[in-house]
């Protein structure tokens, strides 16, 4: 059983295209994160969030607490934006932390 | 960046030896935690600090062993490393509970 499920598990997108990566998760938690890993393996974070929105450049995060979703958006999808998404969560009860299997992201010019 | 640094970044080693693998911040970050990667599974808690000399177990610590003893050291023994433990490891910090983690390199160790 996964705590955090991801999809889709692999997207390819034209360049210029507006990206979704949906994440559900089935444990209380404290805060989600969004987390890009690039080839080569480096692990940035994106964003961390409770509630509502943020947005980064092209990049957008959204949660719903009542749900236990939230979405990533990329406007206007570069090649530069090929990773793997991964969500993560904290969970509320001690100290866990949660992760998602990601999403491989491939986008064409 | 986060001033976070993993060593080595790569090792090939042979069943039944001990291995250690070392995690180093200049952050002064309480919380210290290896994960492992693998596929099909995402990231995985092995271990984790809350700090000097307070280390709990995550959820694949079987065969796994940490220490910590000082801020900026966390370590990472496979006590008799096995095929399974074949994986890339990646050393994450935190400076509070609340905030998000900031991850490290990672190790790529192959267990033969």
């Known amino acids: 059983k996964n705590e955090v499920e991801q999809s889709p598990q692999n997207l390819t997108a034209q360049e210029g295209e507006f990206i979704t990566i949906n994440c559900s998760y089935s444990?209380?938690?404290?805060?989600l994160h969004w987390l890009q890993q690039h080839p080569g393996g480096g692990i940035v974070s994106l964003f961390m969030?409770?509630?509502g929105k943020k947005k980064h450049g092209r990049l957008i995060a959204t949660i719903n607490i009542q749900e236990k979703h939230s979405s990533l958006h990329i406007t206007a999808s570069h090649p530069r934006d090929s990773a793997v998404y991964i969500c993560?969560?904290?969970?509320?009860?001690?100290?866990?932390?949660?992760f998602g299997t990601g999403t491989s992201l491939t986008v064409i010019p | 960046d986060a001033g976070i640094t993993q060593s080595p970044r790569h090792k090939v080693t042979e069943t039944g030896t001990p291995v250690t693998l070392r995690c180093h911040q200049t952050?002064?970050?309480?919380?210290m935690y290896w994960y492992r990667q693998d596929p099909g599974h995402g990231l995985r808690l092995i271990h984790y600090?809350?700090?000097?000399?307070?280390?709990d177990k995550g959820e694949v610590s079987d065969g796994y062993s940490v220490s910590r003893s000082k801020t900026e050291d966390f370590l990472l023994t496979l006590e008799s490393a096995t095929s399974s433990q074949t994986s890339v490891y990646f050393c994450?910090?935190?400076?509070?509970?609340?905030?998000?983690?900031?991850f490290g390199p990672g190790t790529r160790l192959t267990v033969l």
């Open positions: 994450a910090i935190r400076e509070t509970h609340d905030n998000e983690q900031f």
């Open positions: 444990v209380g938690i404290s805060a």
């Open positions: 969030l409770s509630s």
């Open positions: 993560a969560v904290d969970s509320n009860t001690g100290n866990q932390f949660y």
């Open positions: 952050e002064n970050h309480r919380y």
């Open positions: 600090s809350y700090g000097v000399k307070d280390t």
